[in-house]
């Protein structure tokens, strides 16, 4: 840990190897959550049977992961203040620091999402061709494998989508976010994006209705994180309670209540119930919707958090 110099009023005690004051932060946490969400519904639903049944749950969508979960590496990496030493994030382990716990969550989550969309290519690409034999029979042993991979990719999504708000509320410099509420409102968040995701990839109409139904219910237990959230800012300390009154008056009222909870929960929330009620609704507007409330949840909870502080 070494002290760093935040807007010239006091010193903190950060990572040494993250600067959070970057968009590349706020992108990382949101490319993350949803490759959390995705990788939860694949590997559960797999699981339950149900990988003919729900395609676009268990094969389409993660195909997508992948590349997601590289960006969001590559926008970690450039926000390292010592990119040289990222290697010792893996040679140093460390129960207490949550960027040791997300590294090497990340190493084992994101070569397990390549393999798992490898092992569907020749399924949902009938043209593809390994061109090497080594390959084919990669694929095979890894086919045989799913359960197991599964398996893996079930704890490890939840662990994944936690550590996005852990991440954060481990720095206990900043009020706003030293709430254990950070860690689950993130993970549920993902979760609500991963469905997002499946509903726009599905053209089943069971498996679209069905994510409806549960992308209603994560976005309602997201808003009682939300107000519970706030709550407990409200029945804490004097820097807590004015760390929420930045969201209930102050200068991220507006940004917040309108883009994050009105436009990225509520407004989707109810085209998802009118359509399940049987109006024509196109599937994309909700989830575009969804995908821009979590990005902007993780800025705006980001941003925010910086600008709150204990006074010495």
């Known amino acids: 840990m070494e002290e760093i110099i935040i807007s010239g009023r006091m010193n903190d005690r950060v990572d040494p190897m993250l600067n959070i004051w970057h968009w590349e932060i706020p992108f990382y946490l ?25 395609p676009a749950t268990v094969k389409w969508a993660p195909m997508v992961v992948p590349v ?64 090497f034999a080594w390959l084919n029979n990669l694929e095979q042993f890894f086919i045989k494998q799913r359960e197991k991979i599964a398996w ?25 976010w030293n709430t254990s509420i950070l860690g689950p409102l993130f993970l549920v968040s993902g979760l609500s994006a991963g469905a997002a995701v499946i509903i726009v990839f599905s053209k ?26 706030f709550m407990g800012f409200l029945a804490s300390t004097e820097v807590q309670i004015e760390a929420a009154q930045m969201f209930l008056g102050g200068q991220y009222t507006l940004p917040f209540w309108i883009f994050v909870v009105f436009i990225g929960m509520i407004v989707p929330a109810l085209l998802e119930f009118l359509e ?31 600008a709150s502080r204990y006074l010495y």
């Open 276 to 306: 399940l009620r049987g109006q024509k609704i196109p599937v994309y507007i909700p989830a575009v919707l969804i995908l821009f409330g979590n990005i902007m949840l993780r800025f705006i909870i980001v941003y925010a958090g910086q």
């Open 68 to 131: 997601l979960l590289v960006l969001g590496l590559i926008a970690l990496l450039m926000d390292l203040n010592h990119k040289p030493y990222f290697w010792r994030l893996y040679t140093t382990i460390r129960l207490e620091a949550p960027m040791s716990w997300g590294a090497w969550t990340l190493m084992i989550v994101t070569p397990l999402s390549f393999i798992w969309s490898a092992t569907y290519l020749k399924e949902l690409y009938p043209s593809w061709d390994w061109k």
């Open 152 to 176: 893996i990719l079930v704890v490890f999504s939840v662990l994944l989508g936690i550590y996005t708000g852990i991440l954060l509320s481990a720095f206990n410099a900043r009020p706003l």
């Open 204 to 229: 089943n109409e069971v498996e679209r209705r069905l994510f409806s139904k549960i992308d209603i219910a994560i976005i309602s237990l997201e808003l009682f994180f939300i107000i519970h959230m």
């Open 30 to 54: 949101f490319v993350g959550g949803i490759a959390a969400g995705i990788l939860f519904f694949a590997s559960f639903y797999y699981l339950q049977g149900k990988a003919d049944k729900y």
